[in-house]
């Protein structure tokens, strides 16, 4: 396999062609923004941690059944997905409240959610990321009815799966974002499954695992990265 010029560049991700067409490699980054990219700086080796946990994650979701572009890991930082066409809404999954919903309805943050909510949010950094609701996807022709409700599903599936998995790590999967795209047609999960992208509380303390700890200037941002590798993959840097 060739690896061919970029095609785009994101605050976490490089993505490049192959020489073949309906194929792509991710690079992931040790960029870290937050804010809305209003906060930038460095988490050393993220790019690495977050490509083998993301490979660990999408293995766990492609055997139980939920369709990824996933095909393979090529390096420490490279990962070989499928190319799709993103659908420019992302998906986020609350178990526990915390972070902009805790602020945007003056909940307590850690209250459990009982059962998950699903929150869709337009992905336009110019906007930032604002939240929607059905009614604005269907008037800005985002994606049908049918994909949102095929979206919903999957998404809700991906918790099932990953609250358990994450329990059994001692973890607390406190929320996460998803991201969709079509692969030939078929709906597919994309992007990536990482402390970047879910929010993980240490099920004792209740500490940060993911980037708050960039977010909220926590500091031991690295060393939770690498904490979190150690418990999905057993293994760290």
């Excluded at 060739?2 to 490089?14: D, H, P, Q, R, V």
């Excluded at 393979?72 to 915390?98: C, F, G, H, M, Y």
């Excluded at 909510?117 to 049918?146: C, F, Q, S």
């Excluded at 940060?208 to 990265?225: H, N, P, Q, T």
Aim: glycine letters at 6%.
């Amino acid at each position: 396999m060739t690896i061919g010029s970029m095609l785009y560049e994101g605050k976490a991700k490089k993505v490049f062609a192959t020489d073949k067409p309906d194929q792509v490699v991710q690079y992931f980054k040790d960029d870290a923004t937050a804010f809305n990219a209003q906060k930038r700086g460095t988490i050393v080796e993220k790019g690495v941690v977050n490509n083998k946990i993301s490979e660990r994650l999408f293995l766990l979701l492609e055997q139980a059944g939920v369709p990824t572009h996933f095909i393979e890991r090529l390096s420490d930082r490279e990962l070989l997905t499928k190319k799709v066409t993103i659908v420019p809404v992302e998906v986020v999954v609350r178990n526990v409240v915390a972070g902009s919903l805790a602020k945007r309805l003056g909940l307590k943050e850690g209250d459990p959610i009982e059962p998950a909510i699903v929150e869709w949010y337009y992905k336009n950094d110019a906007l930032g990321d604002p939240l929607i609701a059905d009614e604005h996807i269907r008037l800005m022709k985002l994606a049908t009815p049918e994909q949102m409700t095929e979206i919903k599903r999957l998404a809700l599936k991906v918790n099932s799966l990953l609250q358990p998995f994450f329990r059994e790590r001692q973890m607390i999967l406190v929320d996460f974002k998803l991201e969709f795209g079509l692969h030939n047609g078929q709906l597919i999960l994309a992007d990536e499954i990482s402390p970047d992208t879910c929010r993980f509380w240490d099920q004792t303390t209740k500490e940060s695992m993911d980037k708050d700890r960039f977010r909220k200037d926590l500091g031991k941002i690295e060393e939770a990265y690498q904490e979190v590798l150690k418990r999905v993959c057993g293994e760290g840097l």
